[in-house]
């Protein structure tokens, strides 16, 4: 094998390490900041310019704070389940191209690590790995709302994968290709080439399901403070804390990128003339508006009930993510055969069936708000106990 | 091809020498001094009424199963995905598709029928 070639790979995961650890740093701040303008407060101020020092700050602290092992818990498990988590964050990034291929020292080195040609496969399976380590690290904890957690966190995300990776497909479809790669290039040109317009029902799908795989809110049901304390990780302390911490937010990051890569043509920028070497800016740039969307939406929205969660998942959102994709087999055997240049027929299906969604999206809402839970037990039970 | 994996073996190592290497040195610099009501699970403050590994509720398992029934036919689907374009003629590949869709909507009406999707 070639020695270079491993010094290349070698470079490159340090640099995505390194971009991601301290992007998922300054991820906190940027969240701080924004969640405390939004609530008229002025956030963190005292270390550094801006309180730019924060992330720092409290890095060290956690280095300096006991770690707790929990009596009775499954000591080995316990260790392991936050290295999981982050491990299987930081291994995702590592198929998502940022950017062209460079000329550098004599030598051409694409921007990723590598180009897989299953990537779009190998990103769904890898980051539904990092349920392992939330699970684990709520049931090793031994302690019950940690198990709640994680438990919760389980049914979430595998309700919401199936949406995630049927939202994902139309755009497979429209590429005929896997490889991340491939998908940036079929956008290249100007920005209408993007696939958002072609599949805006399938970006809104996959936009709702990442919120709920990295357990964000307004779905953040796993660490709900007000019914759980801090769910699965509510034994957790000091680095192994920050561990999950950090899985949870360089899983935004991935989300973002994945969300740039398929709909937003990735590194490409709007317009064709721009030089291709500026692709890191502009994918720096649409990563970004995604993680401040994600801030914005927390400081919004309020969070789901748990039965409104797993209603949402397997009968609005399930369906319509079948339904895009039946339209998009069907408008695209249609552009196929009867009309080979008209783009915009995949787009208008898209569309029909967005207007669809909306209508019954209001009819579900309405009935549900109708139908209130009892507060105990079951309404058998309240009704015995009123009498 | 395998060997394309290989950098992401790279990552993976260090990662995890990453994860170890950031709890060694926790472990280094912390301070250990362990009592018994600070090795207590917590539990609001009360003393923990027994285990908590034990049973969970059905409707876990029920939403395991359905996912495992649902996420195999997601899979299926991406090969067919993949070619789909490519298909001569196209007619067959949407054929195929709906048909498979027919079927995986009638179990999907089933189990709302059943009740499976209940949450209370």
Known sequence: ?387 | MPQDFLPILVLFIMSVGLGILVLIIARLFGPRVPTRAKMMPYESGMRPIGQAMRRLPIRYYLTATLFIVFDIEIVFLYPWAVVYKRMNPIWVGLAEILFFFVLVIIGYVYLLRKGALEWE
């Open chain 1, 1 to 387: 094998m070639d020695l270079g070639l491993l010094v290349e790979w070698i470079i490159k995961s340090v640099v995505i390490m390194g971009v991601l650890l301290t992007g998922f740093a300054y991820e906190t701040w940027l969240e701080r900041k924004v969640v405390s303008k939004m609530q008229f407060r002025i956030g963190p101020n005292r270390a550094g310019p801006f309180g730019l020092l924060l992330p720092l700050a409290d890095g060290i602290k956690l280095i300096f704070k006991e770690e707790l092992t929990p009596a009775m818990a499954d000591k080995w498990v316990f260790r392991i389940a936050p290295i999981m988590s982050m491990v299987v964050a930081l291994i995702t990034f590592a198929v998502i191209p940022v950017g062209p291929s460079i000329n550098l020292f004599g030598r051409v080195i694409p921007l990723r690590l590598a180009d897989v040609n299953i990537g779009l496969m190998y990103v769904l399976a890898v980051s539904s790995l990092g349920i392992y380590g939330i699970v684990l690290g709520g049931w090793s904890s031994n302690n019950k709302y940690a198990l709640l957690g994680g438990m919760r966190s389980a049914a979430q995300l595998i309700s919401y994968e199936l949406a995630l990776g049927l939202s994902l497909m139309g755009v497979v479809m429209l590429t005929g290709s896997l490889s991340l790669v491939d998908i940036v290039n079929a956008q290249a040109g100007n920005f209408w080439n993007w696939n958002i317009f072609l599949q805006p029902l399938g970006f809104i799908l996959y936009g709702i399901c990442g919120l709920a795989e990295t357990n964000r809110a307004p779905f953040d049901l796993p660490e709900a403070e007000q019914e759980l304390t801090a769910g699965y990780h509510t034994e957790y302390s000091g680095m192994k804390f920050a561990l999950f911490f950090m899985a949870e937010y360089i899983n935004m990051v991935n989300v973002s990128a994945i969300a740039s890569t398929m709909f937003l043509g990735g590194w490409r920028a709007p317009f064709g003339f721009i030089p291709e070497w500026t692709g890191p800016i502009w994918f720096f740039i649409k990563v970004i508006t995604f993680l401040f969307i994600y801030i914005w939406l927390r400081a919004t929205v309020p969070r789901l009930r748990y039965d409104q969660l797993m209603n949402f998942g397997w009968k609005v959102l399930l369906p319509l993510a079948i339904a895009n994709v039946i339209v998009t087999a069907i408008t695209m055997a249609l552009r196929q055969v009867y009309a080979p240049n008209a783009v915009v027929t995949v787009t208008f299906g898209s569309l029909l069936l967005m207007i669809a969604a909306v209508f019954l999206w209001r009819s579900w809402t309405s009935r549900s708000m109708r139908r209130r839970p009892p507060l105990h037990g079951t309404s058998a039970e309240g009704a015995a106990r009123t009498a």
